[in-house]
């Protein structure tokens, strides 16, 4: 066969002049252009209804007609979410206060610690009789159990509870709930005291559902077990019978019998939805609770206790919020006299003031959140109950102003409500300092709520002012850290920069050359990263007076956050220029280098590697280009380990070399040492086809600037690739045709440039191509197919009169001129070709899939008959590829139906 002889620039003008053409004055899209039926059923569609799955369910007309039904559900979503956000609550208390593997307990009102092989009774026993005779132990004995341990005692006396309960031995599980209550009299267990109150309360609220459900089947079913009546979520005390009332007084009666106080309000908490049966206001009982838990002396013991209320009262849905007032008024009065007196408050000897504080924090928290639960508008007249805002004499409870009290209070209320009292909130943190609350914490607190609501510009530089005097007063670098942390958002968002470099030099004396721990680390790296982001260029932050010192201070992965955002702000710009910028840079880019784990997986390591290799890609030395390419040296050799990177240098060294050849200026030595720095670069990069690409793209350049035989060992070692394939790990990506074909046709389209030798013809590469992909078993039949198609049109190329383009560097001549009319030339690349074509039918025989397979013949037809001339040859083998495609696809296949036609076309006269 003998190749069909092409005239290139004719048929791309034949191939241009024959398309239709006509000016578009509207989209196509436009709906102006749609036919009126086709517009008719875009209507129509549009009109179409459907269920959106996002949409609420529609609401049916006889809810919106039944207030009773639509109160019920609040009632009930209300609880569920307060039991949540409840469970969520002691779960962070019982992490907060888990330090300590044991405890010391007394063994007078810690029963638990007895077990029960120490009796030979049941664990149930050794309390009843301690209930009878709370003598039987020594008070003055204590006892050393493990947390675990006590948890555990405490988890199998709520299971015999629960068994004397099924067992209808009633006044025993209440007795054994009572003993359960005790335990939280002993507060000398002062930080184990939060995690036993959790697990007692379950038992709490364990007992006060078994009561509930008790007393409500006494009202809903009869002594036969028959349903008389039954209740709606929101029934009232006139819905209940006589008898389940009786049920419910006497369990308020068993409970009001019990000596101890403060058993006996835990266990009317416990029962407190139980009031329901028997009155439909619950105010009075809240109030008579509150009351009585002024008996509590106990300030730790007193103020869980109100916590319990809380909780318990949370459930009831209870709108007047007075008793949660008067509950935190006690909790106040009880700090005030914490802070007040010289020695510690309790007899059983806390260690310090603080650390009581410490311990009622929570309760406080729980309490302020429960009062602005429906939001400050509902509780908005309660806060003057408090006495914190100006004008508030008509205030009926006088709450004295402790500092956490009014910490816990700020938190809850609306950011604006804050912004709009900010002054008088300074002069209430200055006139009210105590050990009750760090006051750096408050006015870091004040410093969140204004930048969630900026304070009105009048009124802000005075805060500020305020502020910047508070921190002046802090020696402490944290103490000032968190507070200047705090309002860094509210100055530059409002672009006061003038506090700026004041807010720098504190930090800069405070650090003083001391080494700084791991919370003031992250408050510099917060303050830092503010300042990078606020800013639009990183000239601006750089010239930040001290900004250097403070980063030089930072360590480990917060030096790391900053140098990435620092990286990540200089390589937004378009370009980066400045020597000591770039330096700059430099270094920090080393930093995080040697800060990428040598696995190079996880995504901390990948951004860091993108941004490094985002500021190479950004650097530029103008005409300076070998004050660039040392750079890139200097880069290959600093950043080795990250493979994005050597990648993106080679692809600027090219642009380098192409910049030198388009300036018409002596260029060939610097040419030459970009392709020694691209010959030395490529070998390290792990990926095959990464390699192939870059040798193939070099070889291009090489091309342009007359380095024929720099772009002829390039291609080699591309071709060399491709034996390194059998051997890499990464072989199962690679045998894909999405990889390999393209990168061989690329190959093939720049071997049409590379001129041969005449008296050798110079075909040898694509024989090394052949054969390296023939011993290539690992490669799919149909990638090995692509590739000789490729050779295939590579030698058709070559042997035309006029190649279809040529190097750009008019200097190479191309092989049309050079083996113009040579016969033996021509020759050599039909006998190339025929290899090519025998090995191609190989593959076609080798494909197991009938589908491929039959896709591969008709590639193969197309392949041969836009090279070869028509000739019987070609009729005899086209239609045996024909033939083998009707027998693996289907009759109606497009591909099947276009290269008939075409077969048709061009070798029909030899039928």
């Known amino acids: 066969m003998e190749f069909r002889p092409r005239d290139y620039q004719a048929e791309e003008y034949a191939a241009a002049a024959g398309l239709p053409r006509s000016p578009a004055l509207r989209h196509p899209l436009s709906p102006a252009l749609l ?28 809810t ?18 307060h039991s949540k956000e409840w469970s969520l609550f002691t779960g962070s208390l019982i992490q907060k206060f888990s330090y300590g593997s044991t405890i010391h307990v007394s063994s007078a009102l810690d029963s638990v610690t007895r077990s029960s092989r120490e009796y030979g009774k049941s664990l149930a026993d050794v309390h009843m009789e301690e209930l009878e005779d709370p003598d039987v132990v020594s008070e003055a004995e204590k006892k050393v159990i493990t947390r675990q341990e006590y948890v555990s005692r405490l988890q199998q006396l709520k299971s015999e509870i629960r068994q004397a309960w099924r067992g209808g031995d009633r006044v025993k599980a209440l007795k054994l709930t009572i003993k359960v209550a005790r335990l939280l009299m002993d507060t000398t267990v002062s930080q184990f005291y939060p995690t036993l109150f959790v697990h007692v309360i379950e038992v709490m609220d364990m007992l006060g559902d078994l009561v509930w459900e008790r007393i409500k089947r006494k009202a809903e079913y009869s002594d036969e077990g028959r349903l008389v009546n039954s209740l709606p979520e929101n029934f009232l005390s006139r819905d209940i019978c006589s008898e389940a009332k009786d049920t419910c007084f006497n369990w308020f009666c068993k409970i009001g019998s019990i000596r101890e106080l403060l058993p006996r309000i835990y266990l009317e908490l416990a029962i407190s939805r139980c009031w329901r049966f028997l009155e439909d206001d619950h105010l009075c009982n809240l109030e ?39 509950s935190i008024g006690q909790i106040t009065n009880l700090l005030e006299r914490i802070i007040l007196m010289k020695e510690p408050y309790s007899s059983h000897s806390f260690k310090n003031k603080k650390t009581l504080i410490t311990l009622m924090e929570p309760p406080i928290e729980w309490i302020m959140k429960c009062i ?22 008509e205030s009926t409870v006088k709450i004295p102003c402790i500092s956490v009290v009014l910490h816990y209070l700020l938190k809850q209320l609306p950011a604006g409500i804050i912004s709009t009292h900010a002054l008088h909130i300074i002069e209430l943190f200055e006139q009210n300092v105590d050990i009750s609350y760090d006051q750096h914490l408050n006015f ?95 000239e601006d932050i750089l010239s930040l007076n001290h900004f250097m010192d403070i980063l030089e201070v930072l360590r480990g992965s917060s030096r790391n956050m900053v140098d990435m955002q620092i990286l990540r702000k200089a390589t937004r710009t378009h370009y980066i220029s400045d020597p000591t910028t770039i330096q700059l840079l430099f270094e920090i880019s080393q930093a995080l280098n040697d800060s990428i784990d040598i696995s190079y997986t996880n995504d901390d390591c990948q951004l860091k590697a993108h941004l490094i290799t985002s500021f190479v890609q950004k650097v530029d030395f103008g005409a300076e280009r070998e004050h660039h390419l040392t750079f890139l040296i200097e880069c290959r050799a600093a950043f080795g380990r990250i493979n994005e990177l050597k990648d993106t240098l080679v692809h600027l060294s090219n642009s380098l070399a192409v910049k030198a050849v388009k300036s018409m200026t002596k260029c060939l030595n610097f040419l030459k040492a970009c392709m020694a720095f691209n010959e030395v670069t490529i070998p390290s990069i792990s990926s095959t086809a990464r390699r192939m690409n870059l040798y193939i793209e070099t070889a291009e350049v090489a091309l342009l600037g007359g380095l024929v035989s720099h772009a002829e060992g390039l291609l080699t070692s591309a071709i060399s690739c491709l034996e390194c394939v059998s051997t ?33 013809g110079k075909i040898d590469m694509p024989h090394n191509l052949i054969s390296v992909v023939d011993c290539l078993s690992v490669i799919s039949p149909r990638t090995k197919l692509k590739i000789l198609c490729s050779v295939i049109y590579l030698s058709a190329s070559l042997s035309q009169n006029k190649l279809p383009y040529h190097a750009s560097n008019e200097e190479i001549l191309g092989n049309d001129r050079l083996f113009y009319g040579d016969a033996s030339y021509f020759e050599g690349l039909l006998s190339l070709s025929s290899i090519a074509l025998q090995k191609l039918f190989d ?51 497009k591909f099947l139906e276009y290269t008939r036609r075409l077969f048709d076309k061009h070798l029909s006269t030899f039928r």
Not at 43 to 53: G, L, R
């Open 35 to 62: 036919p009126p039926a086709q517009a008719d059923v875009v209507v129509e569609v549009q009109n179409v209804e459907f269920d959106d799955p996002l949409r609420a369910a529609p609401i049916k007309e006889e």
């Open 64 to 81: 919106l007609d039944s207030s009773d039904s639509s109160n019920e559900r609040d009632a009930a979503y209300s609880r569920r979410n």
């Open 288 to 326: 008579r609770l509150t009351m009585m838990m002024r008996g509590l002396a106990d300030p730790l013991g007193s103020a869980y206790c109100h916590l319990y209320m809380a909780r318990c009262v949370g459930l009831l849905n209870q709108k007047d919020k007075g008793y949660l007032i008067r």
């Open 372 to 393: 602005f639960v429906d939001g400050y508008k509902e509780a908005g007249d309660l806060v003057a109950e408090f006495s914190f805002w100006q004008n508030t004499s």
């Open 444 to 538: 870091r607190l004040l410093g969140q709520k204004l930048s969630e609501s900026p304070p009105p510009l009048s009124s802000l530089n005075s805060i500020l002012k305020h502020v910047n005097e508070v921190l002046a007063q802090y020696d402490r670098l944290e103490e000032y850290l968190i507070v200047a942390d705090a309002h860094l958002d509210i100055i530059l968002h409002h672009l006061i920069d003038d506090y700026i470099p004041a807010i720098l030099d504190g930090i800069v004396k405070r650090v003083n050359n001391r080494s700084v721990d791991g919370n003031e680390i992250e408050l510099l790296q917060s303050i830092l990263v503010k300042l990078i982001n606020h800013f639009d260029s990183l």
């Open 728 to 760: 890499t790990v990464e072989i199962h990506k690679l045998v894909d045709v999405d990889q390999i074909s393209p990168l061989i046709c690329k190959l093939c389209s720049v071997l049409l440039m590379i001129p041969g030798i005449p008296e050798e």
């Open 843 to 893: 593959a076609i025989e080798q494909e197991p899939h009938l589908g491929i397979r039959g896709t591969m013949a008709l590639e193969a037809c197309n392949c041969m008959i836009i090279c070869y001339k028509a000739s019987e040859q070609l009729y005899t083998e086209c239609s045996r590829l024909i033939e083998i495609a009707k027998q693996s696809l289907q009759p109606q296949n």
